[in-house]
């Protein structure tokens, strides 16, 4: 068998059978994540290594900026749209590729090229490259690897060049904080007090538990519905109900089906119908039922967004599907798993209960999906949330939200500055997400259309360059607190909520004044596990 016929009859298998929707979530995490681009540096290590230990080669000595080029060339040409003409394109390509290679040398980029576009289109670009280890040449080989290092690590570190969307007049960078740097979020023009300086949608949203079933808010955008006008969902497990049809079909496509409805996934000529559908109810009543038990919100956007990006992905391969489903986060070619990778988050474990329930609903929706949904990945997902989330309070939110019964320091919170006793639900902003906090905040998060789109408004005049900072909790002074007091009980609320002592410039100025009693509260910032052996003695004494 030559290496052609290799090289088509071990992809062919994945290409011609048809492609099952999940095999592209592997693979696209691997592109995407730390430990596949790990994998990648090692594969090439070893591969330089080798060639270096062989005669010298042309093709070894190409210059980064030949690769540049050549990259850039692959990158401007057009890329095949429907399944057939990708897989022709992908067949054709192999075969130049192999062609190539035995023409010497001289030939091993454009060989390299052939094989690299062919990569491009491959549904599972890990598998490939398997295959291609085992059956191209190996200067050629390296050539590939080399290419798809330079892609991966440009794709990577050119995020933030177009990340957040230029027409949000806002940018992320980095602010040396004495013992390493802090993400800012930072004004990309002036503002004056009042103006808006973007709009944002939320990347997932979800009411609060004891609002989610009730009828009176829309399970997707959040809007207050008025009394007769909610349109239930058409089969729903959790009893979600819309303000719109609109509302009602993006939730639909993007997440609650998934999670809480019956219809099948897939199409059937793509994979035969592999649910079994009483388990599945039966996994979502379980799943409901934990929920509303647990009454934390953390637990559902995690799978909102899990589903959300198996919706989207699903989307991009199967024709037919409603673009709502693939709807972007923002504009251009960063998708889901690029935008909540950068994001930090706080350490946690979540319950194997929890962990398990998820995982039978996914797995009930689309066998073999729940390898996508692992322990550790739904506990970094549960500690993003819980990091990242800002509390939704249209009008200043309401007041009359069931007091919590945990422990102060087991309560959900969500950054407000209304105070998350005041939320209807919260939401999680790729580009909000970056807002550091301040106790004299110059901007605020509104919710003036009444859902759970974010605007952001200026507190006061903001120059270009200067840092922007919101509340993440009621940073006021109570009546009949003294300053201390106030002081005092925000610092307690972040550090119970974030695990930070908060360094900003009202907290330092007063802390300052207050030298003495800044000795037994603050901590040293270096150590944030400190921040809960004060809270504790602070709450003791
Ligand atoms: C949602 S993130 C904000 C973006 C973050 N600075 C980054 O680098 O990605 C929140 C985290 O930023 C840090 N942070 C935000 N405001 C702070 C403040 N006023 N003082 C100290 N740390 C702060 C804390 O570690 C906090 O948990």
Redesign the pocket.
């Known amino acids: 068998m030559t290496r052609t016929s290799t090289v088509l009859t071990v992809a062919g298998v994945t290409l011609i059978s048809g492609v099952l929707a999940y095999a592209v979530y592997f693979d696209y995490k691997r592109r995407n994540d730390a430990t596949f681009r790990k994998k990648l540096r090692k594969e090439k290590k070893k591969v330089d290594k080798h060639l270096a230990r062989s005669q010298g080669d042309a093709s070894a000595s190409l210059s980064p900026q030949e690769l540049r080029q050549a990259l850039e060339k692959v990158r401007s040409e057009d890329m095949p749209v429907s399944s057939e003409q990708r897989e022709q394109f992908f067949m054709t390509q192999v075969g130049m590729g192999e062609q190539l290679c035995t023409q010497g040398p001289a030939f091993h980029l454009p060989a390299a090229l052939c094989f690299y576009r062919a990569l491009r289109v491959y549904p599972s670009p890990v598998e490939l490259i398997v295959i291609y280890q085992k059956t191209v040449p190996e200067p050629v080989f390296k050539i590939v690897m080399d290419l798809m290092n330079m892609d991966v690590k440009e794709r990577v570190e050119g995020y933030y060049s177009t990340f957040p969307p230029k027409d949000m007049n806002v940018k992320v960078t980095q602010r040396d904080i004495g013992e390493g740097k802090?993400?800012?979020l930072a004004a990309a023009k002036d503002f004056k007090a009042g103006d808006v300086i973007y709009k944002e949608q939320p990347v997932v949203a979800a009411l609060d538990l004891d609002l989610e079933g009730k009828g009176t808010h829309c399970s997707h955008c959040l809007r207050q519905i008025q009394k007769g006008m909610a349109i239930p969902a058409e089969d729903d497990r959790l009893g979600a109900v819309y303000c719109s049809k609109d509302c009602q079909v993006k939730s639909k496509v993007q997440y609650q089906n998934i999670l809480f409805g019956s219809e099948p996934l897939l199409p059937p000529e793509l994979a035969p119908d592999m649910t079994n559908h009483e388990e599945r109810k039966k996994a979502q009543e379980a799943f409901v039922e934990y929920l509303r038990n647990r009454g934390k919100a953390v637990p559902l956007l995690v799978s909102k967004f899990l589903a959300r990006q198996i919706a989207h992905e699903t989307a991009k391969m199967v024709p037919g599907t409603s673009p709502l489903a693939a709807e972007p986060v923002t504009d251009g070619d960063y998708t889901l798993y690029d935008h909540i990778e950068r994001?930090?988050y706080l350490e946690t474990t979540i319950p194997e209960e929890e962990v398990g329930l998820v995982s039978e609903v996914l797995k009930n929706a689309l066998p073999g999906i729940e390898s996508f949904s692992s322990d550790e990945r739904q506990a970094i997902l549960a500690g993003k949330m819980a990091?990242?989330a800002i509390g939704v309070c249209p009008g200043g939110g309401r007041d009359d939200k069931p007091a919590p019964t945990d422990r102060p320091e087991d309560q959900e919170r969500a950054r407000t500055p209304y105070g998350t006793s005041r939320q209807i639900g919260c939401g999680l902003y790729a580009v909000s997400?970056?807002?550091?906090?301040?106790c004299d905040p110059n901007a605020r998060p509104s919710f003036g259309s009444g859902t759970a789109e974010l605007t952001l408004i200026a507190n006061r005049d903001i120059k270009e360059g200067e840092e922007i900072t919101i509340a993440y909790v009621d940073v006021s002074q109570h009546p009949g607190e003294t300053p201390v007091e106030a002081r005092r009980r925000r610092r307690i609320e972040l550090a119970r909520g974030?695990r930070?002592?908060?360094?900003?410039p009202k907290c330092m100025s007063e802390g300052a004044m207050e030298a003495n009693e800044r000795d037994s509260d603050v901590p040293d910032q270096k150590d944030e596990s400190k921040v809960e052996a004060v809270v504790q003695r602070l709450e003791g004494s």
């Open positions: 802090r993400k800012i994001l930090r990091y990242n997400s970056y807002i550091n906090h301040s974030w930070f002592a908060c360094t900003c």
